[in-house]
């Protein structure tokens, strides 16, 4: 899947990214959200998020980005003003700088912005496997929406214990209402 993703061409993945923030724009989610807590892409070709950054400070959002923590391992989130409050980790992340940014309680959040290498229609996700989005999500109780391409969009995925789902899934071609799609298999299974 990496590859798969890592192979659409810049444009192509610029435009689509850019359909993908078209799209978030017009959930009402975004559009009750003063916080908004998303990762800045992009890593490994995943959805650029510069533009929903730029967005949401023009709209009067707070965006709320993570830096990520090894020891323990976690995410730890910070307010920032501008994208020029990032700088890039060893690892080639943009995250805040602490220096700049402000510390926020993720209980604040209104709504988080997830990324990952695949998901299926449920809302389960595949990451980069360090758990980080786990954790998080496990603590956070806004509305999660993922952000992919429809390439990243499999039939089914594995889920373990400790995964947590997203509640949409938002792509260049579609909004997919994850969660109401989980409550319809639940409902299903026990009749």
Known sequence: MLARRASLD????ETWSR????RLAELDVWQDAA??????????????TRGIVERALREGKT?????????????DSFAIRSLD???ESSRGLWEPDPARATLVDDAELDLVLVPGIAFDRRGWRIGFGAGLYDRFLAGAA???VALAFSLQILDSLPVEPHDEPVDWIVT?????????IREQSEREAIR
Not at 10 to 13: G, I, L, M, Y
């Open 10 to 13: 810049p444009a192509e993945r």
């Open 19 to 22: 359909l993908i923030e078209e």
């Open 35 to 48: 916080l908004v807590h998303t990762y800045v892409g992009a890593v490994q070709g995943e959805v650029a």
């Open 63 to 75: 965006v709320v980005c993570p830096r990520v923590r090894w020891k323990p391992r976690g995410l």
């Open 85 to 87: 409050d990032l700088v």
């Open 142 to 144: 806004a509305p999660r």
């Open 172 to 180: 260049e071609g579609e909004t997919i209402a994850c969660r109401a």
